[in-house]
């Protein structure tokens, strides 16, 4: 299977992702964070770098469950971005 490559807005997308969650991390450690949600700290660290812009949703979902950070937030700041890039293309 050839995966295609990810657009500009599919990477800066994943880039705000990596921003969001680290805001929400706070002063916690990346380490106790990546194991409560079950995942390698060198994952979150590639995603709060935008270094891994498509995490998987179960990723995700366990993310924003372990910082407590309602789901629905990273869709409206996705939304909210995507707006601002349709602006600036039309």
């Known amino acids: 299977m050839v995966r295609n490559p990810l657009t500009p807005e599919q990477l800066e997308a994943g880039r705000q992702l990596g921003l969001r969650l680290r805001d929400a991390r706070g002063?916690?450690?990346?380490?106790?964070?990546?194991?409560?949600?079950?995942?390698?700290?060198?994952?979150?660290?590639?995603?709060?770098?935008?270094?891994?812009?498509?995490?998987?949703?179960?990723?995700?979902?366990?993310?924003?469950?372990?910082?407590?950070?309602?789901?629905e937030d990273l869709a409206a700041t996705w939304r909210q971005g995507l707006r601002t890039r349709l602006k600036a293309v039309s």
């Not at 916690?28 to 660290?45: M, N, Q, V, W, Y």
Request: charge should be negative; charged fraction near 25%.
């Open 27 to 71: 002063d916690r450690a990346l380490d106790d964070i990546a194991h409560a949600a079950g995942i390698s700290p060198e994952t979150l660290r590639k995603i709060e770098t935008g270094r891994l812009p498509t995490p998987a949703f179960g990723t995700v979902a366990c993310l924003c469950d372990v910082l407590d950070l309602p789901i």
